[in-house]
């Protein structure tokens, strides 16, 4: 069975540092990959995906991540974080053949102080 | 385009009683998904749904069932509850794999939170 993991649960950050978040999974074929967000109080919203095709993912807000298929991850990134970041984090995984079962890590939270 | 609307927003029971959430799929997405975010456990795949038929469920027993009626619509019924089933239960749609828009991303409601006392 496919799974995903997380490294970190909770990253605190200050304004314009640097994010990186961890995301491994474990599913030897073809995958589907996903970084979801959850603002406080809204809904999950898709950040960025990857299907095939160039590893590096760019997506909204200055997100991007990068697949590499050697490693099984596909770690989230940006540059220069803002307050406004701050949320918990969903990487996510498609192994399936047609439908959409897919495996969530265990999430994320970002805070980001001013 | 209305998003993934669920119904209702907070629902309290207690222990032994029956729960009833509703979810409403984008217009066009005839797939449905459940999803429990418990707490310190993350997402946890519960049912899918395609043309009104149970396409597929996670590791959950049975007295978590559901149904997905004509318009998409669907219904997430747990029965027998238990504490632990207290979460946020999180619906989300897409198109029908295989149409040409397979993997198409799920797109999530803002879920229901389930208290049980």
């Known amino acids: 069975a496919q799974s995903v993991s997380q490294h970190n649960h909770h990253v605190i950050l200050s304004e314009a540092a640097s994010l990186e978040l961890g995301c491994n999974y474990s599913?030897?074929?073809?995958?589907?990959l996903f970084w979801y967000v959850q603002y406080p109080g809204q809904h999950l919203q898709l950040l960025l995906k990857?299907?095939?095709?160039?590893?590096l993912v760019k997506g909204i807000k200055g997100f991007e991540a990068e697949f590499i298929k050697s490693k099984f991850s596909f770690n989230l990134r940006k540059p220069s974080v803002q307050w406004s970041d701050t949320a918990e984090y969903f990487c996510?995984?498609?192994?399936?053949?047609?439908?959409?079962?897919?495996?969530f890590g265990t999430g994320t939270r970002l805070l980001v102080s001013p | 385009e209305a998003g993934v609307t669920q119904s209702p927003t907070h629902l309290i029971k207690t222990r032994g009683q029956q729960a009833t959430l509703r979810c409403s799929p984008i217009?066009?997405?005839?797939?449905v998904y459940w999803y429990q975010q418990a707490l310190g456990l993350g997402l946890q795949f519960l049912l899918w749904?395609?043309?009104?038929?149970?396409?597929n469920r996670g590791n959950f027993p049975p007295r978590f069932s559901g149904r997905q009626f004509p318009n998409y619509s669907s219904e997430l019924n747990v029965n027998a509850l238990e504490l632990e089933d207290s979460a946020l239960y999180l619906c989300?749609?897409?198109?029908?794999?295989?149409?040409?828009?397979?993997?198409?991303?799920?797109?999530f409601g803002n879920g229901t939170r389930l208290t049980v006392t």
């Open positions: 989300a749609s897409s198109w029908r794999p295989g149409t040409g828009y397979n993997n198409s991303p799920l797109h």
């Open positions: 599913y030897g074929g073809t995958v589907n």
């Open positions: 990857y299907f095939s095709g160039d590893p």
């Open positions: 996510a995984v498609n192994a399936g053949t047609g439908f959409q079962k897919l495996v």
């Open positions: 217009s066009g997405h005839t797939s």
């Open positions: 749904y395609d043309e009104g038929e149970e396409r």
